[in-house]
């Protein structure tokens, strides 16, 4: 499965690190933005999640709520995020449902691992329309940060 732009967003309960349940659609009236990534604690997904924490103050500007959501543990999360002073929740997608409601699941990844998170970026109107879609095949790109942007700036505040 795979979501494409003008599509209604799958919904999702997840727990952040702080052991608090998020719900998307409790996030209606404000943009979304999530991003998938593969694993905590490497060195991509470090640099990407790096980059958010560090342009944060340009997403909240354009109305959006950041949430990096990867298969790892609330438990490991929560410590990547304070490692790494990380600004925005990240979400613990352990049972695997919502990478594969959102086509953003490896089937298999490096060193036997299965069902790990692909790194993807979705853009979330507030009325809970997909608006942007990327879902990168390669685990070590990143995603396009100014199209994410670009996307944001034309939903308005």
Request: hydrophobic share 40%; charged share 20%; aromatic share 12%.
């Amino acid at each position: 499965m795979s979501i494409h732009p003008g599509q209604q967003a799958p919904d999702f309960k997840l727990y952040n690190s702080a052991k608090q349940e998020i719900e998307l659609s409790a996030q209606k009236g404000k943009n979304v933005v999530l991003l998938f990534f593969p694993l905590a604690f490497t060195s991509t997904c470090t640099a990407e999640l790096c980059h958010i924490r560090d342009n944060y103050a340009r997403y909240n500007s354009l109305n959006a709520t950041v949430f990096g959501i990867s298969v790892d543990s609330l438990f490991s999360l929560g410590k990547f995020r304070e490692e790494q002073q990380l600004n925005f929740d990240l979400l613990s997608d352990f049972n695997k449902t919502v990478s594969a409601a959102y086509g953003s699941l490896y089937e298999t990844f490096g060193f036997g691992m299965h069902g790990v998170s692909k790194r993807s970026a979705f853009v979330i109107d507030s009325e809970g329309i997909v608006r942007y879609a990327e879902v990168l095949e390669k685990a070590g790109d990143q995603p396009n940060y100014g199209a994410i942007v670009n996307c944001l700036e034309g939903l308005g505040r």
